[in-house]
Every structure is written in C-alpha cells, then in structure tokens.
C-alpha cells in the first residue's frame, strides 16, 4: 500500500489482485452484471491510483476504496441505459447439488433487486450483502445517516411486494 | 426479509478475478511519479500473480504485463511458471499444445512449412504437435546419398491427435529429420532448424531438398511437463456436459443422462442419437480433454440463469468440470433463449465444447486403435409411476415385472409421487429391446391405474458405492396400534430440513430389509424414525424414536445401515463398510 502510494506499479498490481475479486463482487452485485462491474471496478481502481497519494492513513483504505467501487458502480449504472440485464450468482460450495428449488428462491431474490432503482439495490447490497452497519452504508455511499436508514427502509418495503410478501 | 437477502448473497462463493484484469487496470493507470523499492515490490506482485495462477489452473501461467515507468527501462512481459511447471506456457491451441513456451511462439506444422519454404538461414524455432515416428521420404540418388540425418524423414509432426499419413502429406503434416534426439509420440512441442549446414555436403541435384529437412534440436515440451493433475479411478469423475430442459430437470431428474462424462482412467461415455456410447483414451488424450474444457470455460465461472422465469420446456444446459484430483469444481446454468442474449455467449462456448469433445473422443479412440462401442451398464435406475389407466395405442405388458420387489416397495423421491429403485441390465434385457438409452414400459397396475417405468442406464460415478439399509428390533415396549418404519437417505450436504432424496416406508412386522441402492461416493445421513397408528392404520402419530447417522460412503465401498429399533426407547444406526460415522440418538423423541 506504501508502496503503491509512492507510484510504485508493480505493488498497485498486487493490491489490484488483492482487493480486485471483493472489489468486483461489489460492483457485479449493485450492477448485476460481470462485464460492467468488471468496467466500475476498474474505474475505481484507476481512482484510487490518482488519488492514493492523497490518503493519509492507510488503515482508512477499506472504506475509502469501497467509497469508490460504490462511486464507480453508480456512475457506471448511470452510463448504462439497459440497466442490470443478467443478475449472476456462483453458488457456494458448487460441488453439493443444491436442489432446483433453493436456486429458484435465489433466483427470485435476484430478480426482484434487480428490478429496484440502482441507489436502493446499492443499500441493500452494502448492508445485508457487505454486511456493514447503517453508518458505514451512509458513509459508503456519501449519504447522511437518516437518508440511509429511510432508504433502506424503503428498499426493503419494494423488494417484500416485488416479492409479494407481506411479512 | 432481511435474512433471506443474507442467505442469498452469503451463497455466493468466492470468484477469482477475470484473467488479465490486473493488467488491464496496469495498463490504464496515469503516470504518477516513481517511488522508491519499486522494484523490490516486483516481489509481491509476482506472488500474487502466483497464487491468482494456482487458482485459475495448474498448467495455465499468469502472464502479468507492466507498461514501463517513467525513468525506468522497458521491461518485457513478466511470464511465471507455476511451481510444477518446469516451462512458462502461455495458452494452449485446439489439440493441447502450447501456443507460447517461455514467451517464444509455437508455430504448428503448416506454419512451420511456410516457414521452412521461406527460410534463409538455420535459425531454429518452435514447432508444436503430435508426434510419430515414420521412416521414408529418402533422397538415395543421384549418389553418393546425403549425410544420414538428411537423408530420410525420421517422423512426422500432425496437426491433431489423428493418426498421420505419410503419402501423400497433408498441408498440416511436417516431416524431420531425426538426429541426435528422438522424440516421444505423442503431443510434444520441438526446437528444429533447416538449413542444415551439412547440405553443404550433398549433390548439387539434392541439395535443395536436403536444405529443406526440418532438423530436431531438442524436445522442449512433453505433456508430462504441464500435466494437470486429477483422479484416476474408474469412478472419479473429471469432466461432465449435462443439457437438460426446465421440465425434465425439476419432474425427471433421476432420468437425465449427461451427455458426456470423462474418467479417472480415461473412460469416456456420451450420448449420441439417444444412445450411451464409450471409448477409453490414454492420459496424453485425457489431459487433451481437460485442457480444452478448461480453456473453454474458466474457472471459477458460473451463471445462475433465470429458471422462475424460464418457460416449461425451454432448454437449460447445464456444464460441469472437475479436474485437479476433484478440488475444483464449476457449474454453469445457462438458458437457451434467443431473448437471453448475454446466456447466449454461454450457451454457444458450452454447444461448441460439447461438439468438440465428441469430435476429439473419436479423433483419440481412432489413433488408439480402440474404436468407440456401446456402453453397456451393470445397473440401470428405475422410477416408477403409477397413473389412472389411459386408452392409447401404446402397448401395455400384463403385470408388474418384478414380483420379488414390489414397486410399491421402492423408494419414494422428494417431492414426488414415483417410486425409485434399481435394477440390473440383465433385468432390464429380459424386458425386450429398447431402441433408446432410456427404456420405457407400461404395465398394468392395481385397479383401472397403470405404472408407467422409465428405466435409466447408471454411469460409473453413479454406482461407485453401494448402501444397504434393514432395521433389526430389540426389546422395548410395543406399539399397540401398530405402525409404520421410516427411512430417509440424502447426502450429508442436503439442508437436514429439505426433502430427504430417497425415503422407504414399511409396516413394522419384525425385521425390515428396506433394500440397497448403488450411489456416488461422498458423504450420505440416514435418519430413522417411527410413525405409530392412531387408533387405527393408515392414520398415523407424529414422528417418535428417531435417530440419524452420518458417514462417508468411498468409492468402492459396499456399507450397510442397520437401524436397531428399541420401541418407545429410541433407536441406533450401525454401520458397516462406511467410514466417518456419526451417530445422533434421540431416543424416545
């Protein structure tokens, strides 16, 4: 990280192959597709090149960096026109057959946030996909406190009736 | 609400980053000022690459390119090996070789041709492909003949595991001239040069030819150089290509033959016209295989189509790799629907795969000498159904063929109402020619019903163990209105809340045998319990004496359960021939 911070590209590779699969995961997860949160991450990743010289404290860099994966994955829902056309899982532990009906019920999770507004897809995805608090969501996504709980709140309530489920 | 949105992003597994995504962000980055250590810092980079090759494949090197920094010199391409890797191999063509060996190209034989016809000096290069030796092409007149390694061709390089043909040659077929080194058969990638300065040495009619030999310097590749490690028994299972529709995955799974599965030993089965077909390859044309699947579709990927979504009928293909002694394992699910236009991509890289496979299993078994046969399985599964009868044209047989096993007696599958069992081929001979893989029957059931069986021949890994389950009793009270025994067999990795995948149920009269199945190896939990009568028969009490075990079934291996009933005490499991056991008694519950 010091390294990279000095201008040293070779250890900016490595944290690139470091911090890359989370950062894409990120991205694939607010997007719902591969090849555009491949393009976010990217962008984040060139962000944080330009401006890792200004981070002062590199054990600030977990939040910071997820700040731009954030960025650049809304930025880039707002280029694209198509919105989220595939939503792609890998399926843990692949070497146990899950049975049809569980990958339905994921499927059917899947869709339904793919069907919200890319900024309440993103503040389901950091709290209950990054697991993070309400006030890392907030400062993830450079929004206040309040506006994060209310948004959640209210992504929660559209996923239930896309989902039609009332409990 | 919220826990399930946990559970579905928690059942993701980790990917690894697309190849090449490190360089391209690299490659995109502003130029900033140099820092100091820069190059010490080459190290880290290099291990991660490592481990990021590690994870993407065995044989496959990561090759990692830095632009130059400003001040620095230019650097060439970083190129790693992995650790059993004794060369840098950047790629593979078709048929398994190399297309770049420590950053220097591979040309194939028909580009080496152009290269021999164009060449001016004995510069030596890389040529790449399956190598046999043959003895001809000689330039005997006008004597006195030219000096031994230019007088004859010693073997042939060929395109393709194909056997070669000498005359006349093919535009993909190169000839050399054999001198000091002698190369193995088979896929091997060979220093050469022409222009041999010892032309010099023959007749002015012959020179030209002699200048044209193709020379070998040193054999630089050998498969057994980059080999991807994997399982060898009969039952491991390194490759499989399923394509199912939605129906027949969700109502007929247990009917659903892959269409094509590869071996430990090199066993190859695949459907073809509806009919099962086999060939045994040798390891050069297995590790052929891998490669190919492994290009084809990179690790790590995997695609949940949309299936609440997907119309009955429409086809899901569904593509499965297994390679490195089974620790890597890939399941793609693509839909094949025009409208699907990303999936499409998916589908056409998987059709393509699934087409070549087929074409290179009879490529390999014709240069093997072994030329593909029918399959022909020990076990066959059977479900059965029974349904009200219907007044068709189609031929209904008199009774149940089997009367020492009753199909009533088989095991029901979850969330359905066939029953499912087993049956050997001979059995299932005895029913008359079948035409298809899967042979169907109608016969007359109880009353105005009819059981309609599907008969499924059992590939190898689907038979690698054998399980046996009876119930014993053993003191303890009675049940006084009587009752029903129950036993449920799943794999161990199967929610303990989800649909047992074979469940057995009998009326408890003293000792039970509930029957055997053949499985895959793995990991399988047996749960027992009892439902006693409520006052009368077939009205019955919630669950009691219920125990379960868990245990690893190996490939092999012939186990039995044996569940010892103590009514109104609770029971054990005993096992026999399995390993890992893990018994949990909840007696009396």
Redesign the interface.
Known sequence: MIAARAGDRHAFAALVEREGPAAVRLARRILGSAADAEDAAQDAFIRAWRDLPRLRDAGRWPAWFRRLVVRAALDGARRSRRGPQIVSAEVGDPAAPDSTARLAERDRVLQALASLPVGERAVLVLRYGEDLEVPDVADALSIPLGTAKSRIHRALRRLRAQLGDES | ??E???????????????PG??D???E???D???????????V??L???L??GAVLGGSVVLR?T??P?PGQPSQSPLTSAPATATVGIDGFYGDGIPKVIDGEAVLRPSEASLRVATATDDTPFLVGGWYRTWVGGCLLLPSPPPPPPLRCAGGILSEGAEAPRAAPLRSDQLRLAIDRVAPPSGAVVLRVHTRDPRAAECVPASRAACERQVVVDQVVWTPADSSIAHANGPHDLLLRVERNTVSR??ID?DLVLPAFSLYGDGMVVWLEEQRLRTAHLDEAAVQGLLRRASEAIPM?E????????AEPGTTVTTFRLTTAS?GR???V?AIEDPQ????ATVVERLRALDDDLRRRVVDFSSDNRSNARSFAPSLYRIVVRQQPGIDTQRPRYPGWPWPDRPWDRLAER??DTARVGEVTAAEVRALGPGGEAILSRTFDGPGDTELVLFARPLLPDEVAAGLGIRQVVTGGAIYTEGAYSYVELS?A??PSD?EPSYRWRRQLRGAIDFGALHLPAGRYRVVSYQRPCAAACPWLDAPRDRCEATFELAAGATAEAVVVLRPTEGCSIELSGASGARLRVRAGT
């Open positions: 609400m919220e399930r949105l946990r559970d579905t992003f928690r059942s993701e597994a980790a990917r690894p980053l697309p995504f490190a391209r962000v690299v995109r980055l502003p900033r000022a140099v820092g100091p250590g820069s190059r010490l810092r080459l880290g980079a291990a991660a690459a481990a990021l990692l830095m632009p920094s995955a969700i799974a790590g995997l695609r949940l189509g949309p299936y609440a979504r089974g394992h890939v399941s699910y699907q236009a990303a999936d979850a969330g794999e990795s199967r989800a």
